[in-house]
């Protein structure tokens, strides 16, 4: 039996109107949870040899939308984001390992208001499939906790009880949609 011929890597474009950039943070008592709704990026994939394969990710700081638009002025401010020195927040791979079969850790460097660090992401591949109008999609989920104050996103308010107003801790989830060919 003839085993079936490898896919070659191929770039492609996330698909902003299928995809997700999601954050939860505590706010007092609860979560705040909110979105970025301006991306882009690509994915190269190489189902043959995933640690062939890269994403690169660039995310509009000034996009961000919690649903309140007084506090996304604040996280768009220099308390924040600073989104008007530093309009993106970006992730480049540097490596991907397989975890399990449909499981990878993606290496790469996180870049938030100019601070880089070496992150690894954890990443779910979905499958490939071809949409109706004949378009190749591949489907990645991923999530993560990072903590703000590691890119200098230190602004808080002390509480009359103790603590702080705003969490260290921020739970990030990914849902992308990449396609090729449209």
């Known amino acids: 039996m003839t085993p079936a011929p490898a896919i070659a890597a191929r770039t492609l474009e996330i698909d902003r109107s299928h995809s997700e950039a999601l954050f939860a943070v505590r706010h007092l008592i609860t979560k705040v949870r909110g979105s970025f709704?301006?991306?882009?990026?690509t994915v190269t994939l190489d189902e043959a040899a995933p640690e062939r394969s890269s994403v690169q990710v660039t995310i509009q700081a000034g996009s961000i939308d919690t649903n309140e638009p007084k506090r996304d002025a604040h996280l768009r401010?220099?308390?924040f984001f600073d989104a008007e020195h530093y309009p993106t927040l970006t992730f480049a791979s540097t490596g991907v390992t397989r975890r399990g079969p449909a499981l990878f850790d993606v290496a790469g460097t996180l870049t938030i208001r100019g601070?880089?660090?070496a992150i690894?992401?954890?990443v779910s591949f979905l499958g490939v499939a071809r949409d109706p109008w004949g378009n190749e999609r591949a489907g990645f989920e991923a999530e993560m906790t990072i903590n703000r104050k590691d890119f200098g996103l230190n602004w808080n308010a002390a509480l009359e009880t103790g603590g702080f107003l705003v969490g260290d801790?921020?739970?990030?989830?990914l849902s992308i949609q990449a396609v090729a060919g449209a």
Do not use: I, N, T
């Open 115 to 117: 601070v880089a660090k």
């Open 37 to 41: 709704r301006e991306f882009s990026g």
């Open 169 to 173: 801790e921020v739970h990030v989830a």
């Open 120 to 122: 690894v992401l954890p």
């Open 77 to 79: 401010s220099a308390d």
